[in-house]
């Protein structure tokens, strides 16, 4: 009887489970034939499946324009299995201005697992390096206003624009996820949050040409765990202060990440100007910074390439946020900065247990308008 139940298991399963295959459907695994009508015809069948539903892209390469996958389904349940890669259009321009490649929008239930995404972008970011007319991009794979996502497995190659977006949306799991572009792609963030609730990040190996994890306003009760971070310019929550009615940041715990050469390690920074918003309530715990360029920064007077300015004070609160076991080296001198806003000071920042070094240097503390405590051994020495 015991030796029958596994096989009852997988007989129930895969007889109970509606199959798709985006290749019964038409879809060619060429890398040149436009298979997007066959992938939404093979999600419409999931969708109004009356059972848990599976969507199987095979081996190859799947040429896919602009897709959105949309809800509200009847299955609450579709796992899309993906064992091939799917391909964007290198011509930067068949995507037009939708900002956007794979979207999934208003679902529930949605499970993606394996498979890798590539978004041929290096051509748009040498379009955009020579100073050219060209469009702002796509991101690769977006969910908005969605809820019980799960991602595992999955790759994600050379996005014109953001990789992977989390956008309005509850309970989201990703576990496994590796994100690859160039060091110098412009925009290039590896996974974006922003508007959402209750998303964790797990065991995931980010390299790419902006942050590794943007986190964006109205982002609440978010984890972040086992992650490494490089090339890129690390873990960044903001920028904020865009808007002056924003939602705030709160409740953020980031924890066991290692930083390779990236431009910062872990970043809030904000724009100045006038702002409800607030970040409040945030732990960065065991990280580890290896020739790091800003291994703790907070900057609240952000303005990339200082082009437009604003020259306001921040209006954006940030307070309770904790640095706990994080050490390595600094690639600069002044490996802890907390540039606050004059307006609405840092308060409750703690500094527990810190040591960073530099080469051939004595690193250094820089704080203005911060407020708050050390414990432990810190170094550089607290400026708080």
Request: overall charge positive; glycine content about 12%; aromatic content about 8%.
């Amino acid at each position: 009887m015991n030796f029958l139940l596994p096989l009852l298991f997988f007989f129930f399963f895969f007889n109970s489970t509606a199959s798709y295959n985006v290749v019964s459907y038409g879809a060619k695994p060429d890398g040149t034939t436009d298979s997007t009508s066959a992938f939404l015809n093979a999600w419409t069948g999931a969708c109004g499946s009356a059972s848990s539903a599976m969507i199987y892209v095979p081996p190859g390469r799947y040429l896919l324009n602009h897709a959105v996958f949309s809800g509200a389904c009847r299955s609450t349940g579709i796992t899309i299995r993906i064992d091939g890669t799917l391909v964007a259009p290198s011509d930067y321009w068949a995507l037009g201005s939708s900002g956007y490649w794979l979207t999934f929008q208003g679902v529930n239930g949605v499970s993606i697992s394996g498979g890798t995404l590539d978004g041929q972008g290096s051509s748009l970011w040498a379009c955009k390096a020579a100073g050219k007319s060209c469009p702002v991009g796509a991101r690769s794979l977006s969910f908005v206003n969605s809820r019980n996502i799960v991602i595992r497995g999955l790759s994600s190659i050379n996005s014109k624009l953001f990789h992977i977006v989390i956008d309005g949306c509850q309970n989201v799991y990703l576990q496994g996820v590796t994100i690859m572009a160039s060091g110098n792609s412009p925009n290039t963030d590896g996974i974006h949050v922003e508007l959402s609730t209750g998303v964790t990040i797990l065991r995931s190996n980010i390299m790419t040409g902006d942050d590794c994890i943007s986190i964006g306003p109205g982002t609440t009760n978010l984890w972040i765990e086992n992650i490494v971070c490089g090339p890129g310019h690390g873990i960044s929550i903001g920028s904020l202060g865009r808007s002056l009615n924003e939602p705030g940041v709160q409740n953020v715990t980031v924890k066991t990440v290692t930083f390779n050469g990236t431009q910062n390690g872990l970043r809030i920074k904000s724009w100045g100007r006038p702002s409800n918003g607030f970040v409040k309530g945030v732990l960065f715990q065991n990280a580890t910074m290896e020739n790091v360029q800003n291994p703790i920064i907070i900057d609240q007077n952000y303005c990339p390439h200082n082009v437009g300015c604003p020259d306001q004070a921040s209006g954006v609160k940030i307070s309770k946020v904790t640095y706990k076991h994080i050490q390595g080296t600094s690639a600069t001198q002044v490996a802890v900065k907390l540039d606050c806003s004059s307006k609405h000071p840092c308060t409750d920042i703690t500094l527990e247990d810190i040591k960073l070094s530099c080469k051939n240097q004595n690193v250094e503390s820089s704080c203005a308008n911060a407020g708050g405590i050390a414990r432990g051994l810190v170094q550089p020495s607290s400026c708080l």
